[in-house]
Each structure stands twice: as C-alpha cells, then as structure tokens.
C-alpha cells in the first residue's frame, strides 16, 4: 500500500509522524520510506539514517542557435512556463530556472534552431536504519520548478515497490506541484496538523486537494492538547473524514528528535492498527 503523510502546513510534525509510523511497521512488515519533501529532507536526520548518494538528477532543458534564429517568438508563446521572454525584432531571452523540460520550443520553432541540452536540478540519496529502507531526493539551490525531481525520484523507486508491504511517502509542506507529485499514486493520505488556526485552514486546502485527485484521506491531530481541536472538529465533519490518532505535546519527543531517535509515542500504534483493519 503506498500511503502520503501530507498535511497542507509546515511544522505539523510530518517528518515526525512518517518516521515514527515507519519505525513501527518495520517491526513487523516490510517498509519503504520515501521523502518527497526535496526543499528540505529530513526524514533521515531523525532515525540517524546514514545517507549515500545514488545519482543526479537532470532536466532536459534548450540551447539556442542564434545563427539559425529568425527571431519569430514561436517558441515563447508555446512556452507555458514563461520560461523564454521574447520582445519583438531581438532573439528569445532563456530563463533556465523557470524550464520544466517539456521540450515544446524545441517542437515548435520552424527553423530548427534549438537543440536539447540538459542541467542538474537534483540528487537522489538512499539509506537503512531500524529495518527501513529509504530513498530521498535534494533540489539544486535556485530551481523553481520541483516536480521533475519528485517525479525523478519516483521513477527510480518504482522497480523497487513490489519488494514491499507498506510505500511511505513523506510529501513537501503546501499543495503546490511538488505535493501533487509525490501524491499521485498513493492510495491512502494521512494528513497531519494541530489544533490551530492556520493548522485547520491548511488542513482545509489539503483535503480538498486529495479530494480532487480521489485519494481518501485520515486526519493525525499532533500538540493535540494545545490549541482549539473544534477548529479540526469542523473540517472532519466537512470532508467526511475521521481523526484516528491524537499525538500529544511532549518534552521527550523533543528530546528523542534531538537524539536522533525515532519518537515513542502510544498513539502511533492507533495508526498502525488502523492499517492493519
């Protein structure tokens, strides 16, 4: 089963919670850990996974010959990425950092005057510790768009997926393209969030997401005894859905994510019970 920890908000504890539950389902199945999140992966730092790099990752991107160039601005206005500016009667501007790859300015410029090129936009890393496996990938430093990598990712992976019971996949903060990504596929979403006001308001934007691409979706409430839980309270009852584990604010789990420990925490076995059902 390929499962999202996903959330909508930063800070929920979402790399805590997608460890933790692979720290307990390793106990007994076969479990894959994958972090999606490639701005900042951290999947590994809390169980003290030890990383290994595997292989870069590369986007196709277009060079120019401006020798063969008319100067028409086909391939700017095919460009939905904006990633080629053209003022009319000088040569297209390329902005490398906006480029998703897809290779349309190449199709559609008459004259044949751009060829394809590539550039780094990522590193792939695996790991084991606790009986997990895991696979994460790191953006370049100024890539705008993410969602190549995610996908680069979970292509390599995709080989390995049968090997295992249970396909954690720890997605990025927010619902933008990257989260989309990683989510795509997945047959099962628990989203983690706290009893806030911003926690519920990205709760909201979220499940209406999995809402959209059909993936159910069960709510972990972390630092559940601070704050308001009625703010959640509503969204469950919007959506549909059910909260099927409540993590309390405690100072150990401070301290055993320092350590570099996997937390300990009861209520996660309500998560892994509700798998097992």
Do not use: W
């Not at 590994?44 to 986007?59: G, L, V």
């Amino acid at each position: 089963m390929r499962i999202a920890i996903t959330g909508g908000k930063g800070g929920t504890g979402k790399s805590t919670i997608a460890t933790a539950l692979a720290v307990e389902l390793a106990k007994k199945s076969k479990i894959l850990l994958i972090d999606a999140d490639i701005d900042c992966p951290n999947d590994h730092i809390i169980p003290n996974i030890k990383r290994k790099k595997i292989k870069d990752i590369f986007q196709s991107i277009p060079k120019f010959d401006f020798k063969k160039c008319k100067k028409c601005g086909k391939c700017a206005e095919v460009c939905k990425a904006n990633a080629i500016v053209f003022v009319k009667g000088n040569y297209p501007i390329f902005i490398s950092e906006q480029c998703i790859g897809c290779s349309a300015c190449m199709i559609a410029c008459p004259e044949k005057a751009i060829s394809k090129d590539k550039k780094k936009i990522g590193t792939i890393y695996k790991g084991k510790n606790y009986g997990i496996n895991y696979f994460s990938a790191e953006s370049e430093i100024g890539v705008e768009e993410e969602s190549p990598i995610v996908n680069a990712l979970k292509k390599y992976i995709k080989s390995l997926e049968e090997n295992y019971n249970h396909i954690l996949i720890d997605t990025s903060p927010g619902t933008h393209c990257n989260v989309i990504s990683a989510l795509q596929g997945c047959e099962l979403a628990f989203c983690v969030t706290e009893p806030t006001p911003l926690g519920a308001h990205d709760l909201s934007l979220i499940l209406e997401l999995l809402k959209k691409l059909k993936i159910p979706a069960r709510i972990i409430l972390n630092r559940a005894d601070i704050g308001n839980k009625n703010l959640i309270g509503e969204i469950v009852k919007k959506y549909d859905t059910e909260i099927i584990a409540e993590i309390p604010y405690n100072k150990k789990i401070l301290e055993a994510y320092s350590r570099g420990e996997p937390i300990k925490e009861k209520n996660i076995n309500k998560i892994t019970r509700f798998l097992e059902k």
